[in-house]
């Protein structure tokens, strides 16, 4: 099996997609199978591609490398012959792959690389931020939207003209955590809020209020109290004792002081947690946690471990809201050069938010690439409250992109997607645009695009030469009992042991046989016709 896989992997790369056989001259065809004409210019690619990998010498003359090359071009027509490409595990398996090829050709260089040099300067830089929010759900009603507006904008001016933060935070935030802490999240960096507010945030000096901005969770206004370098990650270890009242606090305060007198008495710190911590996910760790960044623990409790200044210091106790603790540093990770954390940066920067930019930056090239016509009068039907009660007698025109007509129907079935039944807001008609504009260039892109169109035409006949070699040659080696013992009882000169202690050679053996025939039959099912003159024209060049 191992064997026929590396003879399918060395077909894979085959690069078979060229301008149209119809306008071919008969110099530029190399032969025909059963009349359907195969390039010159075909062969020559996939014969300097895989020659170096070729490890029989004797197949690298042109004639007998021709010979692997018919071959295969013979089993792909029977794999297409016996409808191997119609089955449904077959194009789910192609229609993963072209999604995935597709991906590069959906993204920008140059906003990626500007993402992910503006991601290394926010994981370098830390930035410390109050705010406030108003919540409001992402498809919210305009007049909804305006309440909302208006409440964070009178927020805003009570701190414009003088209000403390902390105060107008308490009085108009709608974020669960002001109660404890008056609006302040502390420190954070890149990745560790959605990306709008993160953009606020590093894009709004130190002392500066921001201007109104929304994310999915509502409007939000922060003000910037400080920015300074990043103290990278740590690993620690701590010990935890938890309480419910201050009863149990009090007792927990009393046995974390004893733990604490055991340490500075040369106590060991492992033994002690794995005793005595109430964290059940670190205590058999010896307190032990994963390494984090600031923004990722409780803000006490990651105040503590970073200030801690050398290994194996730790803490005096110290309380947070889940419990007592005593912190421990193990190793302190500054933050890598760009080169060193490129890659990570790079995976990062293509989920979430980042990806929408991205996405983003190739809709607006074709917005302006393609012609496009839309119809307001369709879009208008969207704006009346009971469209969606209506909505199976939209079937107007609503969008039109190249030579693709996209009708209110379309946006409905987009609209029942994201589950929205109340009157449309432009952006999601502006989002449908972007999708559909998008859809077009990913259906147009086997046409437009040749090397995308060969490796997805070089996937596609690989997986179909093992599809059909799987039935004519390996399941059938395997499952032809009488079949394969006739054939051992025919070559038995060249297996010196008995039959069981050598059935693995056999089966090998009796693919290979199986696989001869095979092709014998299929040249006779396909009538083959070479150009004579095109090959000799070939031996010459190359051998």
Do not use: C
Not at 375 to 396: G, M, T, V
Request: hydrophobic share 35%.
């Amino acid at each position: 099996m191992k064997i026929r896989l590396a003879y399918f992997l060395t077909f894979i790369s085959l690069t078979l997609i060229g301008p149209s056989v119809f306008s071919q001259k008969k110099r530029d065809i190399l032969f025909k199978i059963d009349k359907q004409p195969q390039l010159v210019s075909d062969f020559l690619k996939n014969y300097t591609k895989n020659i170096d990998i070729v490890a029989d010498s004797s197949q690298k003359k042109i004639s007998n490398y021709l010979d692997l090359f018919i071959d295969y071009k013979l089993k792909v027509k029977e794999a297409h012959f016996l409808g191997l490409d119609t089955l449904i595990t077959f194009k789910g398996e192609l229609s993963r792959y072209k999604q995935q090829l597709m991906t590069p050709y959906l993204k920008d260089s140059t906003v990626v690389k500007k993402l992910v040099e503006e991601a290394y300067y926010r994981t370098k830089y830390e930035v410390n931020v109050s705010h406030i929010l108003i919540k409001l759900d992402e498809n919210a009603l305009p007049k909804d939207t305006l309440v909302a507006y208006k409440t964070i904008s009178k927020a805003r001016k009570a701190i414009v003209d003088g209000s403390d933060f902390s105060e107008v935070a308490r009085q108009y935030s709608q974020d669960p955590s002001v109660n404890r802490n008056n609006g302040n999240i502390g420190y954070f960096r890149a990745f560790q809020m959605v990306y709008p507010f993160e953009n606020a945030a590093y894009n709004t000096k130190i002392g500066d209020l921001s201007k109104p901005f929304r994310t999915r969770y509502g409007y939000h206004i922060l003000k910037v109290k400080d920015k300074r370098l990043s103290q990278g990650e740590v690993e620690v270890a701590h010990i935890m004792l938890k309480y419910n009242d201050s009863l149990s606090s009090l007792n927990a305060k009393l046995k974390i002081d004893s733990l604490y007198k055991i340490l500075e008495s040369g106590g060991d710190f492992s033994e002690l947690a794995k005793k005595f911590s109430q964290d059940s996910s670190s205590a058999s760790k010896g307190g032990k946690l994963p390494k984090f960044s600031i923004g990722k623990m409780i803000q006490p409790f990651a105040d503590e471990a970073f200030s801690l200044d050398s290994t194996n210091a730790y803490s005096k106790p110290f309380k947070t809201r889940f419990g007592w603790h005593i912190v421990k540093l193990i190793k302190r990770f500054p933050v890598p050069s760009l080169d060193k954390i490129k890659s990570e940066l790079l995976k990062s920067v293509k989920r979430g938010n980042r990806s929408l930019k991205i996405e983003e930056s190739i809709i607006n090239r074709l917005l302006t690439t393609y012609n496009i016509t839309e119809y307001p009068s369709a879009l208008a039907d969207f704006s009346k409250k009971e469209w969606h009660i209506k909505s199976d007698s939209l079937k107007k025109p609503l969008l039109k992109v190249e030579d693709s007509t996209f009708t209110q129907h379309d946006f409905v079935v987009y609209l029942k997607f994201k589950h929205i039944t109340t009157p449309a807001p432009y952006k999601l008609y502006k989002q449908f645009k972007g999708r559909k504009v998008l859809d077009y260039y990913k259906s147009k892109l086997a046409i437009t695009n040749p090397d995308y169109a060969a490796s997805v035409n070089d996937f596609k006949e690989g997986l179909l030469l093992f599809d059909v070699m799987q039935e004519k040659v390996w399941e059938k080696a395997k499952k032809d009992s009488l079949g394969l013992r006739a054939y051992y009882m025919l070559n038995r000169s060249k297996y010196p042991k008995d039959f069981e202690k050598n059935k693995g050679i056999i089966i090998s053996d009796y693919q290979d046989f199986l696989e001869r025939e095979w092709l014998v039959t299929l040249r006779k099912k396909y009538p083959l016709e070479i150009n004579k003159k095109a090959l000799k024209k070939l031996i010459k060049k190359y051998n």
